[in-house]
């Protein structure tokens, strides 16, 4: 691997993101640092650079704004940073009932979650595909296996990342591009700030080493599959769902939901 190869990361500032950029560090690779708090980023390419010697540039900028992934592109050629790897990351969610949240949070919800991350892998697959080598990893979730009351644009939008993940793999088969969506259940990472402590429904939260451990695993595989479940009992869960039907899985999550958001 030539270590002047960079790998862009979304999200970069915490959580998923930020162990992903230290992970791909660790192997060598420079990398781009993308998210909106300036000062997070800053501080996470000193401690690369410092820990492994190699480039990390920040790139502050915010996702939701319309031509994101053209202008993350523009930039990195500017650099002259050779993108070999995009970790799409970035993403938020409201938890709530539907009609009652504000239409400008949903909207910035599906402007990061979904646009973004079809405008950012559009933006650097053909660069990708001109190295004949290289990856795209998209972040789904387990959300995107089922319905997700009071988090009803969360769990389509990942219904999306992954369809759209899992098609691009079949696309990009033979190109030497290695593409996957990768569905961590509820990871411990910021996104609870956001979204509220009781949007994991109650379930054990995983460390987002845990998704990072998982992908790279996948990664590292000969023939990459088109997605990966992280962890036994999600993989599990997944497996029950399309036995027990999409109504009689709404109808439970619904349930576990609504209980949680409620402090039932």
């Not at 961590?184 to 009781?198: I, K, L, M, N, R």
């Amino acid at each position: 691997m030539n270590t002047s190869e960079a790998v862009l990361v979304t999200g970069a500032s915490s959580g998923i993101g930020a162990e992903f950029a230290r992970r791909l560090a660790g192997r060598g690779y420079d990398t781009v640092l993308v998210a909106r708090r300036a000062e997070r980023l800053e501080a996470l390419a000193s401690e690369l650079s410092a820990l492994h010697g190699t480039r990390a540039v920040a790139l502050p900028m915010d996702l939701t704004e319309p031509g994101a992934g053209q202008a993350l592109r523009a930039e990195t050629d500017r650099l002259g940073i050779d993108v070999a790897g995009v970790v799409n990351n970035a993403g938020f969610a409201n938890h709530g009932l539907f009609r009652s949240e504000q239409l400008d949070r949903l909207k910035a919800e599906i402007a990061l979650d979904v646009i973004g991350v079809v405008e950012i892998s559009h933006a650097f697959l053909p660069c990708l595909r001109e190295r004949g080598e290289g990856f795209l990893i998209n972040i789904a979730s387990m959300a995107a296996y089922n319905a997700s009351p009071t988090m009803a644009v969360y769990g389509a939008s990942k219904a999306f990342v992954l369809s759209f993940t899992e098609a691009l793999w079949y696309e990009e088969r033979g190109s030497g591009v290695k593409v996957f969506a990768v569905s961590p259940g509820a990871t411990q990472t910021e996104f609870f700030d956001v979204a509220g402590e009781s949007a994991s429904g109650g379930t054990r939260r995983m460390p987002a080493s845990e998704v990072v451990r998982t992908a790279l695993a996948a990664l590292d595989r000969r023939d990459s599959q088109p997605s990966v479940i992280v962890g036994g009992g999600n993989r599990v869960t997944a497996g029950v769902s399309r036995l027990l039907g999409r109504r009689r899985m709404t109808r439970t999550i619904g349930r576990v939901m609504t209980r949680a958001m409620s402090g039932s």
